[in-house]
């Protein structure tokens, strides 16, 4: 068994660098629904991934989970990214959930098979580097389901955001019902689910749902220069001891604390041999900032 778990929890193999582009399939306008950007200079690492479906307020189409799922296969691959920030190019809005003017075309059984990719998809974003989701403006059912599957959520003291789905007849179905409780706890993720209640982003931070609230700016891009911030903070760590302690955290917070133990101590066993290890000790003890490359 110990040996099927090592097996698991290994990082992927040889990643190859992705140049920066955008997705190739199209929305009804004829532009890219999401683009992908590789930061460079100082923060070179970093990735963001914009959505910009202004006609819907970004909500989850075909089209848009299409890209998004082609741009995260990619990217997987791409071992120079070392944070993942979702962000938005639609003012006020980061993400408004599924997009129901869609859904109501299509059958039970076509509906069925769309939430399935949605599921499909805020697992994929389950990224072995860290994510994080900046929402400057509304995060709706879908929109807050895919910023609870981010490892750090960033938002605008005003933006607003809640599983709603109950007011619309419906129930989490993209991963609400299970990471709002992991987030919050089971009986306030229960309340807010039940009553469909919108929180503010200064609620959002009180309650722990996200980990800091800003001011919006007059561009209305606060959260996503908060977030920035939080991402140069993760650049200059070792970044397989960050991807490292990503799956002991992820997978150590779904078994008892014996096994979180076990899987912790398989993590930092995989972490020894590396260079960077060594390097932050030889930095350690020349008293200099270490230079982490990533082997």
Not at 110 to 116: A, H, K, L, S
Not at 119 to 144: K, Q, S, Y
Not at 218 to 241: F, S, T
Request: charged share 20%.
């Amino acid at each position: 068994m110990l040996r099927a778990l090592t097996s698991a929890l290994r990082l992927p193999g040889p990643w190859r660098p992705l140049p920066t582009r955008g997705c190739a399939s199209r929305g009804a306008t004829g532009d890219p629904e999401i683009q992908v950007r590789a930061l460079t200079g100082r923060d070179q690492g970093i990735t963001e991934i914009l959505m910009n479906r202004p006609s819907a307020r970004n909500a989850l189409g075909n089209i848009l989970v299409s890209q998004l799922l082609e741009a995260l296969a990619q990217l997987r691959e791409d071992q120079q990214v070392r944070v993942l920030l979702f962000r938005s190019g639609v003012k006020g809005v980061f993400c408004a959930g599924a997009d129901l003017k869609e859904r109501e075309q299509m059958s039970e059984a076509e509906v069925g098979i769309f939430v399935q990719r949605l599921r499909g998809l805020m697992n994929e974003i389950a990224f072995p580097a860290p994510t994080i989701a900046a929402m400057d403006g509304f995060a709706l059912g879908g929109g807050l389901e895919l910023a609870l599957a981010c490892d750090l959520r960033v938002a605008a003291s005003s933006a607003v955001m809640g599983l709603i789905e109950t007011t619309r007849g419906l129930l989490p179905g993209a991963g609400g019902t299970q990471r709002l409780p992991r987030c919050l706890g089971v009986a306030l993720a229960k309340e807010l689910i039940f009553t469909g209640r919108r929180l503010s982003g200064a609620q959002a931070q009180a309650l722990g749902l996200v980990n800091h609230a800003v001011s919006q700016n007059e561009e209305g891009n606060a959260a996503y220069h908060r977030a920035l911030e939080l991402a140069q903070e993760i650049l200059p760590q070792a970044p397989i001891a960050v991807r490292l302690g990503k799956v002991a955290i992820d997978r150590g917070m779904e078994v008892d604390i014996a096994s979180g133990m076990a899987i912790e101590g398989i993590c930092y066993a995989q972490n020894i041999p590396t260079q960077d290890r060594l390097e932050g000790m030889a930095a350690f003890r020349e008293k200099r900032p270490p230079r982490f490359v990533g082997k």
